[in-house]
């Protein structure tokens, strides 16, 4: 995995990785590569959805809406669609957003075999331009860190603005990594003499995985801006990529 600000390759490797081994890409563990992933594997793999599902609606209820019941909710960067089938048993209408055709196709199959057909599946842009209308509930988890953080930061006000009045947000996204210890969470800054040429990837080698800390002053401006008035969060470890869940309404009218 890598850190990196190239934008035009991280939709191309996703997309890669849609065709290739869409389990694994969307939780990397070998165990859901493609040449692993058992009958058994698979339901092991979706099962964790429902209980995502669970703990999402229980904190908002919890910290930001005690009667929250969402009839229309958009899942951005779906994958395979772990999350938009248990969004479908709880929701009117669920659309979900990847930038992978093939992604979204194999989403399409899980869609079908589960019997869900309450679910609206739409190749993403950065200016979300397939999505229409506002949305109860804007969620994503273990997406915005992939993305570069110029066009991630973009995308996530452009969410917001897709939130109907006394909508959820609930956005995961990495501001630092544990191996910054030393510096507090803060990369070091990097010097001309530590840069490298990457070799060109071997044929046949896994694509790309960006793994992109976020400024949090910038995102919390961001909510401040759009109207956020309080917020939610939890932290999130995924293998040393630290992160924070933020749950939140608009409830202001913003700066």
């Known amino acids: 995995m890598s850190e990196s600000n190239n934008g035009?390759?991280?939709?191309?490797?996703?997309?890669?990785?849609?065709?290739?081994?869409?389990?694994?890409?969307?939780?990397?563990?070998?165990k859901f590569r493609r040449g692993e992933l058992t009958p058994e594997r698979k339901r092991e793999f979706f099962a964790s959805g429902p209980l995502h599902v669970d703990w999402v609606l229980a904190v908002i209820r919890q910290h930001i809406a005690p009667d929250f019941s969402p009839k229309r909710v958009l899942d951005f960067g779906c994958g395979v669609g772990r999350l938009v089938?248990?969004?479908?048993?709880?929701?009117?209408?669920?659309?979900?957003?990847?930038?992978?055709?093939?992604?979204?196709?194999?989403?399409?199959?899980?869609c079908e075999s589960s019997?869900?057909?309450?679910?609206?599946?739409?190749?993403?842009?950065?200016?979300?331009?397939?999505?229409?209308?506002?949305?109860?509930?804007?969620?994503?988890?273990?997406?915005?860190?992939?993305?570069?953080?110029?066009?991630?930061r973009a995308i996530f006000s452009r969410l917001l603005r897709l939130l109907r009045p006394g909508g959820v947000a609930a956005l995961q996204l990495t501001y630092s990594k544990a191996i910054y210890a030393d510096t507090h969470g803060i990369a070091p800054p990097?010097?001309?003499?530590?840069?490298?040429?990457?070799?060109?990837?071997?044929?046949?080698?896994?694509?790309?995985i960006q793994m992109n800390p976020y400024h949090l002053n910038q995102i919390l401006f961001a909510m401040q801006s759009h109207g956020v008035q309080r917020f939610y969060t939890e932290f999130s470890d995924h293998g040393g990529e630290l992160g924070v869940f933020l749950f939140f309404s608009v409830t202001g009218p913003g700066i």
């Open 115 to 152: 019997e869900v057909s309450n679910v609206k599946l739409l190749v993403s842009d950065d200016t979300l331009s397939r999505v229409e209308g506002q949305f109860d509930l804007v969620h994503s988890c273990i997406v915005f860190q992939h993305i570069p953080v110029d066009r991630g």
């Open 190 to 208: 990097a010097s001309p003499s530590s840069a490298t040429t990457l070799p060109p990837p071997r044929p046949g080698a896994d694509p790309e």
């Open 85 to 110: 089938v248990p969004f479908a048993r709880i929701a009117d209408e669920v659309v979900g957003l990847d930038v992978s055709p093939s992604m979204l196709q194999e989403a399409r199959v899980n």
């Open 8 to 30: 035009g390759s991280t939709d191309r490797a996703w997309e890669e990785w849609g065709r290739r081994d869409p389990y694994f890409g969307v939780i990397t563990n070998p």
